[in-house]
């Protein structure tokens, strides 16, 4: 563990053993578009082997590193009872504020399923507008938010990039507000933190641009109407046209959700950036992540054939029905 001393920005992961190589791939592209970052590496039940991985692959890429045990962390989030999709150890970005209190002013954690092609700069110096962080609206099917009890036009977002204003965030409690709701309300949510964020925190948050959180559905649909028709998901909580034209235009956070492309450490892959993905497990020394196999399910292929062969106003169309067909049979919403 290399430790340092003092600085006002960094950039945070959070991983258990299982993602360490995916994380890694992730830490590569970011030092290869921002040299000489502090990286803090919330770590979950990693190895010692697996941490001095992570050290000496910041030290040869010209990074600084922190690693932090999160397991202490973690065990308050286990202790409510929280369930869901998502690995325990991505809860660990609600404890950043607490963990780099008197370190750093502003954090961008980042979670490992990414590739980070430009620099971050510009985002450190966001104006949150006395916000204490700002977040990216998901692309999830708006009729999920009848699972979790939100209105239909509220916005629901997607934590995988935040950035974070250190002093503002612990000045409102919002962890505590979060732990709050899931001791007291309900914790038992499909997509963990995530949904919290939506239900407990949606007025504290600043709208981060699309590009710092360029999620794999904005591959699939090159227009904002598209992406609109096909989600469902209401103009009053979506970007708008000129921010999706921008983060078209010049994407800086990939971040890679959903089979229909597949991921790119996939062999079975079609995402377009799969190659770059595969260079930077290669510059990372775990190519062998890149070569991971799940053959896409018959649903996925027909979606994408369809993103191959139809026009974008037809696919979304034809993605509107799939997305409605599936929460209708699985969760009658």
Not at 12 to 33: F, G, P, Q, R
Not at 52 to 64: D, N, Q, Y
Not at 268 to 277: D, G, I, K
Request: proline fraction near 5%; include cysteine.
């Amino acid at each position: 563990m290399i430790k340092f001393a003092s600085m006002k920005k960094a950039v945070v992961y959070a991983t258990d053993e299982n993602y360490v190589k995916l994380t890694a791939v992730s830490i590569c592209s970011l030092l290869h578009a921002n040299p000489n970052m502090n990286i803090v590496v919330l770590a979950d039940a990693v190895t010692k082997e697996s941490c001095s991985f992570l050290s000496r692959l910041v030290a040869r890429c010209g990074g600084t590193l922190e690693i932090i045990d999160a397991a202490p962390y973690i065990a308050k989030i286990v202790a409510t009872g929280a369930g869901g999709y998502v690995s325990f150890s991505t809860y660990s970005r609600l404890f950043i504020p607490a963990i780099l209190e008197n370190k750093v002013e502003r954090a961008i954690y980042i979670d490992g399923d990414t590739l980070i092609t430009d620099s971050l700069h510009s985002l450190f110096d966001m104006e949150l507008d006395g916000k204490p962080f700002a977040i990216g609206y998901d692309c999830l099917c708006n009729r999920y938010k009848k699972l979790i009890d939100i209105q239909q036009d509220a916005p629901y977002f997607n934590t995988g990039v935040l950035l974070i204003d250190i002093g503002e965030w612990r000045r409102r409690k919002c962890t505590d507000r979060i732990f709050d709701y899931m001791n007291n309300i309900r914790h038992d949510f499909m997509f963990g933190d995530q949904d919290y964020f939506s239900l407990v925190l949606a007025d504290d948050a600043a709208i981060l641009p699309p590009e710092y959180n360029f999620l794999t559905h904005f591959q699939m649909f090159k227009t904002r109407n598209a992406a609109l028709t096909a989600t469902g998901i209401p103009d009053c909580a979506w970007y708008s046209e000129a921010q999706y034209a921008a983060a078209q235009a010049h994407p800086v956070i990939h971040h890679f959700l959903g089979h229909t492309l597949g991921r790119p450490w996939f062999k079975e892959s079609r995402n377009p950036l799969r190659p770059l993905f595969k260079h930077f497990a290669s510059e990372a020394g775990v190519p062998e992540v890149a070569e991971q196999s799940r053959p896409m399910e018959l649903s996925y292929r027909l979606q994408h054939l369809c993103w191959r062969c139809l026009p974008q106003p037809l696919f979304a169309l034809a993605c509107r029905a799939m997305y409605s067909y599936y929460f209708r049979t699985r969760y009658g919403v």
